[in-house]
C-alpha cells in the first residue's frame, strides 16, 4: 500500500499555550450537578479545523490505550481522520439515575458522571459541530460462565428464571464499560499530592506524550491512556443506591493469566468466580449483586513484569516470605494500583452501604470505607478454592494485611509455606 501522503494538511500543532491566540477552552465547571453548567468534555483534535482545538478543554484522547489503534487506522486509510460517529440507538438500555455524588467533587474525581449520555446533556453543543463522545456505555447481556454452569446443575444456584434463565445456565445481567476520565485536581487531592507535582510526574512517565499537562495549567481534565473499569449488575440496577437493600460487590483487579487462563499461581479467577456466585445469590434473595473489574493487570505494574517475578520466584525458591521483595526487586514497588480511585464508580451508582464485600483486600476495603462507603461483612475466599501453588502469595497477603476469619502467620511461619519450583514443571 503507497503511502498517504494527504491525511493532515497543515503543520502539526505540538502543544498550546493558556495565553495563545484565540484558544477559549468550552466551559468546565467538575462538580456542578447541571449538566449545561458542568460543560462538556472536549478533547478530540479536529483534524480539519484549528478553531475547534482551541475550544478543547480537556488533555489525552477518546479511547485510553485504543486511541492509538485509532491513529494506525487513519495512517493506513481506513478511518478518516475527522470521521464523526452516529450515536443512534446507542444509548443505555436503562434508565441511570443521577445520584447527589454525581456533584460532589471529593467523591468522583477519574469518571465523567455525564459521560453514558453525552448526545442527550450536550445536544446543543454536538450539533454546533463538537466532537463529544460517550465515556461510558451500558448494556445488557446473557452470559454463560462454566463453573456456574456447573454450580447449577450440583444444586447449589437455582434457576429462577430471572437471574438464572434456564438449565443452560444463562445469566441476566446488566453491563457497563467505563473510560477514565481525570479531574487533576481532584485525582492529586485523593493521592494526597499536589497537583504540579501530579501533572509533571504523569508527562515525565508518558514520554512526554502529553505536554499540555505542563503548558496547560488551566485544562484540569485528563483522560489517560490507561484501561477502564467493567460492570456486572444482577438484579434491579435501580436498587443499587437503596440502603435499606442487600448488596453484595466484588472489586477484582484484572488477572489475564488466572481470570482467562486458568493459572493456579493466585486466586484471581476462583476469587472472581466465587464472588459472582454471591452476587447471583443476592440477587435471587431480592437484593442485588455487581461486580466491579478493573483493568489493573498485575496490580496494575503489568503483564511482562509480572511475569518477570514469577521466574524471579520460581527460580529461587518461591517462599510467602520472600513474595513482595521479589516484586520490589523488578518494580521497585509492591503494587501500583492505587485503589483511592476506586470507590468512583460505586459512587456513580450510588451505592452507600455493602452488606457482603467479597475481598480479602485491606487497600480496597479501606478506600472504599474512608471514602463514605459502609462495609457491614467482609467475605474471605474458601480455602477449599485456594488453589495449592497460590497458598503463596495467600499467606504473605494475609500477613501483611489481607483480611481472614483465620489464622495470621508469624514471619517464621511464612519460610514454610513454598510453592512448587521448576523442576516440577520438567516433564
Not at 479467577?269 to 434473595?285: C, D, H, S, T, V
Not at 483511592?340 to 452507600?352: E, R
Request: charged residues 25%.
Amino acid at each position: 500500500m503507497a503511502e498517504r501522503t494527504d491525511v493532515y494538511a497543515d503543520e502539526p500543532t505540538l502543544t498550546t499555550y493558556a495565553s495563545g491566540k484565540g484558544i477559549m477552552p468550552a466551559k468546565m465547571n467538575w462538580g456542578s450537578a447541571d449538566p449545561s453548567v458542568r460543560g462538556p468534555v472536549v478533547v478530540a483534535r479536529d483534524a480539519q479545523s484549528i478553531h475547534k482545538r482551541q475550544v478543547v478543554n480537556a488533555m489525552g484522547a477518546y479511547g485510553g490505550p485504543y486511541s492509538i489503534y485509532r491513529g494506525l487506522a487513519v495512517a493506513m486509510g481506513d478511518l478518516a481522520p475527522d470521521h464523526k460517529p452516529n450515536f443512534e440507538h446507542t444509548q443505555p438500555p436503562i434508565s441511570i439515575k443521577q445520584q447527589p455524588q454525581w456533584s460532589d467533587p471529593s467523591k468522583i474525581v477519574s469518571l465523567d458522571p455525564f459521560g453514558h449520555l453525552p448526545t442527550e446533556y450536550f445536544k446543543k453543543e454536538i450539533d454546533e459541530g463538537l466532537d463529544i463522545r460517550p465515556t461510558i456505555a451500558i448494556t445488557r447481556a446473557h452470559m454463560l460462565v462454566s463453573e456456574i454452569q456447573e454450580e447449577i446443575k450440583n444444586g447449589g444456584i437455582a434457576i429462577d428464571g430471572n437471574i438464572v434463565m434456564n438449565e443452560t445456565g444463562e445469566l441476566n445481567v446488566h453491563k457497563g464499560a467505563i473510560d477514565p476520565v481525570w479531574y487533576l485536581p481532584g485525582v492529586a487531592a485523593r493521592l494526597n499530592v499536589s497537583e504540579e507535582t501530579l501533572r509533571r510526574s504523569l508527562f515525565e512517565s508518558s514520554g512526554g506524550m502529553y505536554p499540555e499537562l505542563i503548558t496547560r495549567p488551566d485544562l484540569k481534565v485528563f483522560l489517560p491512556p490507561i484501561g477502564g473499569v467493567s460492570i456486572y449488575i444482577f438484579g434491579n440496577h435501580e436498587l443499587l443506591s437503596n440502603p435499606n437493600v442487600r448488596l453484595t460487590v466484588r472489586v477484582h483487579d484484572e488477572c489475564n493469566g488466572s481470570d482467562v487462563f486458568g493459572s493456579d499461581i493466585c486466586t484471581c479467577r476462583p476469587y472472581l468466580i466465587f464472588g459472582m456466585k454471591e452476587a447471583i445469590k443476592e440477587a435471587q434473595n431480592g437484593g442485588v449483586g455487581l461486580l466491579v473489574y478493573f483493568r489493573k493487570e498485575g496490580r496494575a505494574l503489568g503483564e511482562v513484569t509480572k511475569y518477570l517475578v514469577y521466574n524471579a520466584r520460581k527460580r529461587v525458591g518461591d517462599s510467602a516470605a520472600n513474595y513482595f521483595m521479589r516484586t520490589e526487586n523488578v518494580a521497585g514497588v509492591k503494587d501500583m494500583r492505587f485503589q483511592a480511585l476506586m470507590p468512583d464508580i460505586l459512587h456513580w451508582l450510588g451505592v452507600t452501604k455493602i452488606d457482603r464485600f467479597t475481598s480479602m483486600s485491606n487497600m480496597k476495603h479501606d478506600a472504599l470505607v474512608d471514602s463514605g462507603i459502609k462495609i457491614l461483612e467482609r467475605v474471605p475466599i474458601p480455602d477449599e478454592l485456594i488453589p495449592p501453588d497460590s497458598k503463596v502469595e495467600m499467606e504473605a497477603k494475609i500477613a501483611a494485611g489481607y483480611f481472614t476469619t483465620g489464622h495470621v502467620p508469624c514471619e517464621a511461619e511464612l519460610t514454610h509455606t513454598v510453592g512448587r519450583g521448576w523442576d516440577e514443571f520438567q516433564h
